[in-house]
T-cell receptor
Framework: EADIYQTPRYLVIGTGKKITLECSQTMGHDKMYWYQQDPGMELHLIHYSYGVNSTEKGDLSSESTVSRIRTEHFPLTLESARPSHTSQYLC???????????????FGAGSRLTVL | AQSVAQPEDQVNVAEGNPLTVKCTYS??????LFWYVQYPNRGLQFLLK??????LVKGSYGFEAEFNKSQTSFHLKKPSALVSDSALYFCAVRPHSGAGSYQLTFGKGTKLSVIP
């Protein structure tokens, strides 16, 4: 079982609410990622971090924000949720192994968000 | 920019028969290639990867994949399918260097159903 935890697993909220999806890993990995997954679609990288106080946007434009204050914690926040934000959000982490491009990602179980 | 194509949304195979899940990729230069599997209500799990060297890569649970540079393919195979192999399979690519090398690009996924 992967040592990366996401909460909540399922969330149904109304439009305009602020939400934070939590992601924590116990492996000491420097790199962490947030992906958005919709049925029948590719996983899209929305945010990544290479270490504490380092965050970058991915290839898919997202209205969410992230922070990396501690190595093990990488929360994702939506200030004002909309129905278009309905999706599954997957958090992942990886460690540097000398061949950075070949790093294997360890994924959490995902947070499924529904915005009404 | 790199891309991954998984031409089959779904693959059905009888238990005990060999299975193949197809993947082709497009990338500048040499690729790192990966297969991940996702079981229902779970995150993605790493199966195997190609970095360099031997074109036949062996991974977890009896899976293997063959890298074919001329056909830009990385098909996933297993000699004898199990019902427990039923899941969603994702192929992913990252270039060794250059633009986009920080990012892992996933295909849309192929749903494998193994029929008892």
């Amino acid at each position: 079982e992967a040592d990366i935890y996401q909460t909540p697993r399922y969330l149904v909220i109304g439009t305009g609410k602020k939400i934070t999806l939590e992601c924590s890993q116990t492996m000491g990995h420097d790199k962490m990622y947030w992906y958005q997954q919709d049925p029948g679609m590719e996983l899209h990288l929305i945010h990544y971090s290479y270490g504490v106080n380092s965050t970058e946007k991915g290839d898919l434009s997202s209205e969410s924000t992230v922070s990396r204050i501690r190595t093990e914690h990488f929360p994702l926040t939506l200030e004002s949720a909309r129905p278009s934000h309905t999706s599954q959000y997957l958090c992942a982490s990886s460690e540097f192994t000398g061949i950075s491009g070949a790093n294997v990602l360890t994924f959490g179980a995902g947070s499924r968000l529904t915005v009404l | 920019a790199q891309s991954v194509a998984q031409p089959e949304d779904q693959v059905n195979v009888a238990e005990g028969n060999p299975l193949t899940v197809k993947c082709t990729y497009s990338v500048s230069g040499n690729p790192y290639l990966f297969w991940y599997v996702q079981y229902p209500n779970r995150g993605l799990q790493f199966l195997l990867k190609y970095i360099t060297g031997d074109n036949l890569v062996k991974g977890s649970y009896g899976f293997e994949a063959e890298f074919n540079k001329s056909q830009t393919s990385f098909h996933l195979k297993k000699p004898s399918a199990l019902v427990s192999d039923s899941a969603l399979y994702f192929c992913a690519v990252r270039p060794h260097s250059g633009a986009g090398s920080y990012q892992l690009t996933f295909g849309k996924g192929t749903k494998l159903s193994v029929i008892p």
